[in-house]
């Protein structure tokens, strides 16, 4: 949840092949670039390894997004709302 507007994400994972990203899939509400975001998100990360999610820098992200956020943290951390879900996930299933 992103504690400046509400936005809230509910993001699954489902691993194949040890620690390669399956599928993903995510529900959420908030405002279009949380939503939008986590959606390409969905798309960047399906199919690559655990290990090169938890290590991508959030440039690639906001450069798939193509919007200038930098400038505006309130919206910077929408746009990056889904991205911290998932590296928490990841964080926890490695940590099991």
């Given at each position: 949840?992103?504690?400046?507007?509400?936005?809230?994400?509910?993001?699954?994972?489902?691993?194949?092949?040890?620690?390669?990203?399956?599928a993903?899939?995510f529900?959420?509400?908030?405002c279009?670039?949380?939503?939008?975001?986590?959606?390409?998100?969905?798309?960047?990360?399906?199919?690559?390894?655990?290990?090169?999610?938890?290590?991508?820098?959030?440039?690639?992200?906001?450069?798939?997004?193509?919007?200038?956020?930098?400038?505006?943290?309130?919206?910077?951390?929408?746009?990056l709302?889904?991205?911290?879900?998932t590296?928490?996930?990841?964080?926890?299933?490695?940590?099991?």
């Amino acid at each position: 949840q992103n504690p400046l507007c509400g936005d809230e994400v509910s993001i699954t994972i489902r691993f194949a092949d040890g620690d390669r990203i399956d599928a993903i899939r995510f529900e959420g509400r908030g405002c279009a670039i949380s939503q939008a975001a986590t959606s390409m998100l969905t798309e960047l990360v399906e199919g690559r390894e655990a290990a090169e999610i938890a290590a991508m820098p959030k440039e690639e992200l906001l450069d798939e997004l193509g919007v200038p956020l930098q400038q505006n943290p309130a919206r910077l951390k929408c746009a990056l709302l889904g991205l911290g879900v998932t590296l928490a996930i990841l964080g926890r299933d490695r940590q099991r």
